[in-house]
């Protein structure tokens, strides 16, 4: 069956920069779009990026263009997200997220559903 | 402020219809993106529940079924459950943004 489990999240400094990994298995990682999505406390859900199945696209949300990095290793089933210049609007739940579309493109990529999610990490930046 | 609006909150009592809806625009529904629909359930990760405006994945109950009509969509649940309660999520692609959009949430209540 298909897992996907997020690295360990924790609290950070404003400014500083943090990297958390998607473990993925029970699908041929290769194949398929990632995603992560975040989600502030008690708020709604907020897509951050996407990297394309054969790792030459990528996309961001304009909230993290310029300081987040998206990059995937197909070779060890992998997914990454590389948070730089993190602010204390960046605190949230982030998930990694599958798409259900086979080697998309990376414009169907973003418009196909997310058929499955990971558990997700709590990233809190705060002094 | 989300891009596709939904009502904040909506309720029911156990066996009746409610109907949650997800208004967007122009530059995303409005122009024929796909809707999709997330169940999430307290402290837990959101669940895929209908793709592509009315299509359910393998394991969804078919009280679930949506809908989409101009620049808007709908998620029908009918027969509801207490274990229906959860926080509802509307997702499409933004054209002006170029990227994935999400609703603002819908919070269900089984009365």
């Known amino acids: 069956q298909v897992q996907l489990v997020e690295s360990e999240g924790g609290v950070v400094q404003p400014g500083r920069s943090l990297r958390l990994s998607c473990a993925a298995s029970g699908f041929t990682f290769s194949s398929y779009g990632m995603h992560w999505v975040r989600q502030a406390p008690g708020k709604g859900l907020e897509w951050v990026a996407l990297a394309s199945y054969d790792e030459t696209k990528q996309s961001y949300a304009d909230s993290v263009k310029g300081r987040f990095s998206i990059s995937r290793d197909n070779s060890n089933n992998r997914l990454y997200l590389q948070m730089n210049n993190l602010r204390t609007e960046d605190t949230a739940v982030y998930y990694c997220a599958k798409t259900d579309l086979k080697h998309c493109s990376s414009s169907s990529c973003l418009q196909s559903s997310f058929d499955f999610w990971g558990q997700g990490t709590l990233v809190t930046v705060s002094s | 402020q989300s891009v596709l609006t939904q009502p904040p909150s909506v309720s029911g009592a156990p066996g009746q219809r409610v109907t949650i809806s997800c208004t967007g625009s122009s530059s995303n529904i409005g122009i024929g993106y796909d809707v999709h629909w997330y169940q999430q359930l307290p402290g837990t990760a959101p669940k895929l529940l209908i793709f592509?405006?009315?299509n359910r994945p393998s394991g969804v109950p078919d009280r679930f079924s949506g809908s989409r009509s101009g620049a808007s969509a709908s998620l029908a649940i009918t027969g509801l459950q207490a274990e229906d309660e959860a926080d509802y999520y509307c997702q499409s692609y933004d054209s002006s943004l170029s990227g994935v959009i999400f609703g603002g949430g819908t919070k269900l209540t089984v009365l």
């Open positions: 592509d405006n009315n």
